[in-house]
């Protein structure tokens, strides 16, 4: 059983509370957890999807190296020594709120609340860790991403401020 600080920073959904955990359950009981929150580490800009099917590979994947969720990017933003550690907590909240994920990955957001305080190559850095290039986030070539548009109903739709991924819809 969970003490009662434990039942607190429990997620309210068994959906959460499967997130980025692994474990197994028995008449309704933890008997085993293993944390496998994403490794912080050095972006390797080599291992970037450049396209939606590299992304969709890449989430598929058991890369560890990538954000997954908004529990994700808060442990990456409280690691230290990267772009999200910029932002004003109000900056970040919004950003982290307007984050989609589905498929394995970060499927669509809005990426305003990055804009008045991260340089271009900080913004850049930030989808780094989503495992999307720069290329790939700027791409109007693309059919399976969309930078101005949003994550609506599994599709990509034209949004300001917003982009899509390759994740938004079934893979």
């Not at 990538?66 to 910029?86: E, F, P, T, Y």
């Not at 991260?118 to 790939?136: C, K, Q, R, T, Y």
């Not at 609506?152 to 390759?166: E, I, L, P, R, Y």
Request: charged fraction near 25%; proline fraction near 2%.
């Amino acid at each position: 059983m969970l003490d009662s600080k434990e039942a607190q920073n429990e997620p309210s959904t068994p959906w959460a509370r499967l997130g980025r955990k692994a474990r197994n359950f028995s008449a309704g009981e933890i008997i085993e957890e293993k944390d496998s929150a994403v490794k912080i580490e050095k972006i390797d800009y080599s291992r970037l999807a450049t396209t939606g099917k590299e992304l969709r590979d890449i989430a598929a994947s058991d890369a560890d190296w990538i954000v997954r969720s908004s529990d994700d990017l808060r442990q990456l933003r409280a690691a230290g020594d990267n772009a999200l550690r910029k932002l004003p907590a109000t900056d970040f909240e919004a950003f982290i709120g307007s984050l989609q994920f589905a498929n394995g990955g970060v499927a669509g957001g809005c990426y305003k609340p990055l804009m008045s305080t991260l340089m271009l190559s900080d913004i850049f850095e930030v989808f780094a860790h989503f495992g999307i290039s720069a290329g790939l986030l700027s791409s109007q070539t693309d059919a399976n991403s969309c930078q101005e548009c949003q994550c609506t109903a599994g599709k990509c739709d034209w949004q300001w401020w917003s982009f899509c991924s390759s994740l938004c819809g079934g893979v």
